[in-house]
């Protein structure tokens, strides 16, 4: 398999979309879930693997409950991406 970049590139991007993610989370947290534009809560479950086949109410719930879980409750960025590869 070819590989591109080294596992530090890898880490250092993974550290950086991790720590927009957070950033993002606690704007939202501030605001609401519920002032979010449609596009805008797509996008943000797009972001955090969130489906996107559901209600909007739905997307809602997930969004913040991952909101809950990750500046709330400290759960790790990783941990919550990959929760949502099983879900």
């Known amino acids: 398999l070819y590989t591109w970049g080294s596992d530090f590139m890898l ?4 550290d950086n979309r ?3 993610l957070h950033e993002d989370d606690i704007l939202i ?3 609401g879930v519920e002032s979010l534009t449609f596009e805008e809560l797509s996008s943000a479950c797009l972001l955090r693997g969130i ?3 559901m209600r909007r109410k739905e997307m ?3 969004l913040g409950n991952w909101i809950r879980l990750h500046v709330h409750e ?3 960025t990783l941990l919550l991406v990959l ?3 099983f879900v």
């Open 29 to 31: 947290d501030e605001e």
């Open 74 to 76: 400290k759960v790790p």
């Open 83 to 85: 929760a949502r590869m």
């Open 11 to 14: 880490k250092y991007q993974l």
């Open 51 to 53: 489906p996107m086949t």
């Open 18 to 20: 991790f720590k927009k």
């Open 60 to 62: 809602a719930d997930h």
